[in-house]
Structure formats: C-alpha cells, structure tokens
C-alpha cells in the first residue's frame, strides 16, 4: 500500500497553466505506475493521463493530448501534471493513483487497474 497524496489545485483562467503535484509514501514509488484521473462534478471519473514506472512511458486521454503533460521524479517520490492552455471543461477533482501492475495504454487508462487514490485536488477554470 503507498499513500498518494495531491496538490497544486486552484482557480485559473481559460489559457492559463498549472501543475499539479502527487506525493507519494509507503513503498518504493519507482515499483508503482501511476495515473491521474478526473472527476467533473455530476460525470464519471475519466482517464487523464498514465506512466510506467520508470518514466519512459506516457499516454494521454485524446481530450488533453497536446495540452497536458505527466512527468515522475522517482528521486522525490513525486509524480507531475503540467497542465497548460487550460479550458473550463477540464474543471474538475484531479486524482493521482499508483498500480504494481505492469500498464500499458489500455490498461493505465482503467480506472480498476488501479490500487491506491489519493483525495484529489480541485481545479477550476474559469472564462
């Protein structure tokens, strides 16, 4: 079991950039795959990005693809979400979760492919 925890959420403006932070403790992070998913308020949680676990990996929900960008510093047991041009259909509660399975793009997409949650931090575009 590792616990995951966010940060970086908050109010930005459409065409602004953020990043959000998942710190991670419990276990060695570099074993894990992790993932961040979103959650809009009323709809389903939804596949943001996936990376393997040691780094060289990366995939992307097709919405967020070219705007989005997910990193790991396995030194810092942290894992990044570099958001940038930001629109207010990605406001939403943004998870971090971490895996010991072996993900590729398919199943990092999964939300049951997962283990640990964190509590989700909240971002919120505005117009």
């Known amino acids: 079991q590792v616990h995951l925890e966010e940060s970086g959420g908050g109010l930005v403006q459409a065409g602004g950039s953020l990043t959000l932070a998942c710190a991670a403790s419990g276990r060695t992070f570099s074993s894990y795959s992790m993932g961040w998913f979103r959650q809009a308020a009323g709809k389903e949680r939804e596949f943001v990005a996936h990376?393997?676990?040691?780094?060289?990996?990366?995939y992307y929900a097709d919405s967020v693809k070219g705007r989005f960008t997910i990193s790991r510093d396995n030194s810092k047991n942290t894992m990044y979400l570099q958001m940038n041009s930001l629109k207010p259909e990605d406001t939403a509660a943004y998870y971090c979760?971490?895996?010991?399975?072996?993900?590729?793009?398919?199943?990092?997409?999964?939300?049951?492919?997962?283990?640990?949650w964190g509590q989700g931090t909240q971002v919120t575009v505005s117009s």
């Open positions: 990376i393997t676990w040691n780094g060289l990996g990366t």
């Open positions: 979760a971490a895996s010991l399975r072996l993900l590729g793009e398919y199943g990092g997409s999964l939300i049951t492919s997962y283990d640990n």
